[in-house]
């Protein structure tokens, strides 16, 4: 990609789909115009997980300044207020490319996101117990129109808000406080690779990730083993614990695991395309 129009002190966002190459695009910018990676995927944060959410390795790291990777405990909360907090202070500091595919997170940072206070944890506790037919049946209307219905995660969040506050989430969120970061200020990227492309990729990704030690990763982590955590939402995280708790063979696993990560991806592209019409396109391959 030719990079050469991009302004050398102008932040960066690259938002992008699983195993897009947006990582290597950020650091690509960062190599040859200076910066700061940022983390802007709701994953990588995990210090548990490094090899199954793709997170860059210590030598990448080592090589190229970066912020917002690996930081949070597996057992601890870490909301999209929580990566607000931590990203202002590095608007302030070296030129910024946020890189990740978590979609909430851009759009919170550029268009800002309303103060919803935190659930607590017996209304938490509650939703965990419920199938997502019921969360989804106790939504009010306008909150149910705006989020996707097949995101388990999503669809509990916006329950939990109307739960505790008796305010839908919709609602909530048109209050909203100014952003930290308006589109007008940053350069954004939306990559957009054609889909049986991504497919491929993504399959040939999770191959390297089980040839590097994905499955001892998940291995380590099965002591730790609690489902309802967001940390255990890292794809092919619950595959490979069920093969490791004998419910699959490792073929099993690495196909269901595939399939979880081209099912992400659709989802991601879905977003993508919905509301971040105003992003700079980026066709690949």
Known sequence: MDLGNIPPHRPVLIAGPTASGKSA????????????????DALQVYANWRIL??????????????????????????????WLRDVAPLLDGPRPVIVGGTGLYFTALTEGLAEIPATPPDIRA???????GALIAELDAA?????????????????????????????????TAPP???????????????PDWLGRRIDLRFDQMLAEGALDEARR???HWQPTRPASRAIGAPELIAHLQGAMTLPEASAAAKLASRQYAKRQRTWFRNRMK????????
């Open 25 to 40: 695009l950020a650091a690509q910018i960062v190599r040859e115009g200076g910066g700061v990676i940022v983390n802007a």
């Open 53 to 82: 959410t793709a997170r860059p390795s210590e030598a990448e790291e080592a090589a190229l300044p970066h912020a917002l990777y690996g930081h949070v405990a597996r057992d601890q909360d870490y909301s999209v207020g929580h």
């Open 126 to 132: 509650e939703g965990d117990a419920m199938e997502l």
């Open 143 to 175: 909150s149910a129109a705006r989020i996707d219905l097949a995101n388990r995660a999503r669809v509990q969040r916006a329950w939990e808000v109307l739960r505790a506050t008796g305010r839908g989430i919709a609602e909530w969120q048109a209050d």
């Open 180 to 194: 930290l970061l308006p589109l007008r200020e940053a350069e954004p990227l939306v990559l957009r690779p054609d």
């Open 221 to 223: 982590e099965l002591p």
């Open 278 to 285: 105003a992003w700079r396109p980026v066709a690949l391959p």
